[in-house]
T-cell receptor, first 109, second 114 residues
């Protein structure tokens, strides 16, 4: 089993749609969780950290379920500019960063 | 400005040659990482270092070598033993041993074997 697994993509959605990505992790000692966004041929950039209580940033909502060992990212009212690959990242304290394989999102007009 | 810098942005290598990719950060971060990304694929960990003069192999370390003589610098050498080195290489840094601290990436180096 991979340490971090994401929904296989790609996701093709119309503008204005709501889309959700899921990510599961195997190490129960993991303490930090993040969603990164990567545009084509660019470096990944932090989209948002994921906190135990869940957190929201505009159209984006991240949730963490420690009992089931998964995190999710919800994007509401999708924009064309949301088209990118979304990477789930897990990090135990003092341990290495572990990336999921990424889920590609394509938002169409 | 604080940040993490990779150089060069594009690199061409002849078969059989070793090349070194530079990664420098002035963020005072303890941890540094090297990843490889192939087209349409995720990031695969090559090496990482959490402290000066110490580093660990990642999932695909064969054919690569690193050093961590200074906190700011974590160069990656792609040796001739790496059979398929053409890829996008990303360096990242992160404060170590703290919670909820994201990693920052350099802009990457595209290596092509010619």
């Amino acid at each position: 089993r991979k340490e971090v697994e994401q929904d296989p993509g790609p996701f093709n959605v119309p503008e204005g749609a709501t889309v959700a990505f899921n990510c599961t992790y195997s190490n129960s000692a993991s303490q930090s969780f993040f969603w990164y966004r990567q545009d084509c041929r660019k470096e990944p950039k932090l989209l948002m950290s994921v906190y135990s209580s869940g957190n929201e940033d505009g159209r984006f909502t991240a949730q963490l379920n420690r009992a089931s060992q998964y995190i999710s990212l919800l994007i509401r009212d999708s924009k064309l500019s949301d088209s990118a690959t979304y990477l789930c990242v897990v990090n135990p304290i003092g341990g290495k960063l572990i990336f999921g394989q990424g889920t590609e999102l394509s938002v169409k007009p | 400005d604080g940040g993490i810098t990779q150089s060069p942005k594009y690199l061409f290598r002849k078969e059989g040659q070793n090349v070194t990719l530079s990664c420098e950060q002035n963020l005072n971060h303890d941890a540094m990482y090297w990843y490889r990304q192939d087209p349409g694929q995720g990031l695969r960990l090559i090496y990482y270092s959490q402290i000066v003069n110490d580093f660990q192999k990642g999932d695909i370390a064969e054919g690569y070598s690193v050093s961590r003589e200074k906190k700011e610098s974590f160069p990656l050498t792609v040796t001739s033993a790496q059979k398929n080195p053409t890829a996008f290489y990303l360096c990242a840094s992160q404060p170590a041993r703290t919670v909820r601290t994201e990693a920052f990436f350099g802009q990457g180096t595209r290596l092509t074997v010619v």
